[in-house]
């Protein structure tokens, strides 16, 4: 069993960067594809931003591209959303999460569906 800790967020004002971490224990991250997913109240739980097993890979949500940069350091177990020029709408509860299967890459298309192992959680607000 992997547990997943997120940590990072906070309050900014809108133009801000925030950089968030997500680190694991239990078992090794470097064989699976993480992503991040965020939820607002009222919302359902979105897609942020993914990055395959070796890091050669992402892929981004079409309101975060150009903004965020997922990224992911293998021998710490550690996966990061550097955030910059955040907007208010950017504000919610980040969410990690590991895919259940090893070695294959997310297809947007699938939802939260593939992701078996979640963090519980950092909120980021952003001011306006």
């Known amino acids: 069993q992997v547990q997943l800790v997120e940590s990072g967020g906070g309050l900014v004002q809108a133009g801000g960067s925030l950089r968030l971490s997500c680190a694991a224990s239990?078992?090794?991250?470097?064989?699976?594809?993480m992503a991040w997913f965020r939820q607002s109240p009222g919302k359902e739980r979105e897609f942020v931003a993914a990055?395959?097993?070796?890091?050669?890979?992402?892929s981004y949500a079409d309101s975060v591209r150009g903004r965020f940069t997922i990224s992911r350091d293998n021998a710490k177990n550690t996966v990061y959303l550097q955030m910059n020029v955040l907007k208010p709408e950017d504000t919610g509860v980040y969410f990690c999460?590991?895919?259940?299967?090893?070695?294959?890459?997310?297809?947007?298309?699938?939802?939260?569906?593939?992701?078996?192992?979640w963090g519980q959680g950092t909120q980021v607000t952003v001011s306006s």
């Open positions: 239990g078992r090794t991250l470097s064989i699976h594809t």
């Open positions: 990055i395959n097993w070796s890091g050669t890979t992402t």
């Open positions: 999460a590991r895919h259940r299967d090893p070695f294959v890459n997310y297809n947007l298309e699938q939802g939260p569906s593939p992701f078996d192992s």
